[in-house]
Structures are given as structure tokens and as C-alpha cells.
């Protein structure tokens, strides 16, 4: 079993995304296999990393998640905590961009990830350093 499948049953499994979200990621992986030289113009991957600052006890995250996962319908905001969400919303918003995790879907998705392939959010708090970009 591949490793991508297994982290879209992990995912059911923690009751992350619904079954019906399950079949989409896993459908889109299938078909992502099946046609490994098409890539995104977009980027492969959204990532989502958080460092605590030192000093500090926030958790070091790293979230990589392959593009055609979130075109095929996955809910991100379920992957990132709602405090980094809060905080990437913020950021966006002051460069001019209006961006809500909710408010990703197959039609706007291509949009937003062509914006952080040309840069990335980075969010400063007192405890953390959060970063938002594609590759």
C-alpha cells in the first residue's frame, strides 16, 4: 500500500475527513499515480510549517501536502490548528489578499496556490513562527 494511501486512511481514521472526502483523495491519488510526469503549474506541494521561537514549548510542525490531494477536495482546515489559521488569514489580508481556509474549493484553489508559488505568508507571534508556501 502506498505511503500517500495509508496517510488518507490515517486520516479517516482520526476522523479528519469524512468517507466520502477519503474517496475523492484516493480516487485523485490513483489517478496522480497513474500520470506522474503531469505537473501542476502550481507547485506539487502546500506546506504549512510552524517553529516555535526558542525559549518556547509551542510544537514544531511541518504539514506537506501533495497538490492534486487539494484539488480533489481536501479540507485543509482540518490539517492546520485554527490559531495558525487566524494568524495566516491576518497575514494575507495585509498583503491584500482576501484568503479563508473555508472558502477553498476546486475553482478558486488553483488561484491562491499560484500566489504562494510566487511567495510565501510568514506570521510572527510571541510563541511561534508560522509559514505558508508551495513548491
Do not use: H, W
Not at 469524512?18 to 489517478?31: G, I, P, Q, R
Not at 502550481?42 to 497538490?67: C, I, T
Not at 477536495?73 to 484568503?99: C, H, T, V, Y
Amino acid at each position: 500500500m502506498s505511503e500517500e494511501r495509508m496517510r488518507i486512511l490515517n486520516l479517516l481514521a482520526e476522523g479528519k475527513i469524512s468517507a466520502e472526502e477519503a474517496e475523492k483523495l484516493l480516487a485523485a491519488s490513483e489517478k496522480a499515480v497513474k500520470a506522474p510526469n503531469v505537473k501542476s503549474a502550481a507547485g506539487k506541494y502546500f506546506y504549512v510549517q510552524v517553529d516555535p521561537k526558542e525559549g518556547k514549548s509551542s510544537e514544531k510542525v511541518m504539514v506537506k501536502v501533495p497538490m492534486a490531494l487539494l484539488k480533489a477536495g481536501l479540507n485543509i482546515s482540518k490539517l492546520i490548528p485554527s490559531e495558525a489559521q487566524d494568524s495566516i488569514r491576518e497575514s494575507m489580508q495585509s498583503k491584500g489578499i482576501a484568503f479563508d481556509f473555508a472558502s477553498l474549493d476546486g475553482e478558486n484553489i488553483d488561484e491562491i496556490f499560484e500566489a504562494l508559488k510566487e511567495m510565501s505568508i510568514d506570521v510572527e507571534t510571541e510563541e511561534t513562527t508560522v509559514r505558508v508556501f508551495c513548491d
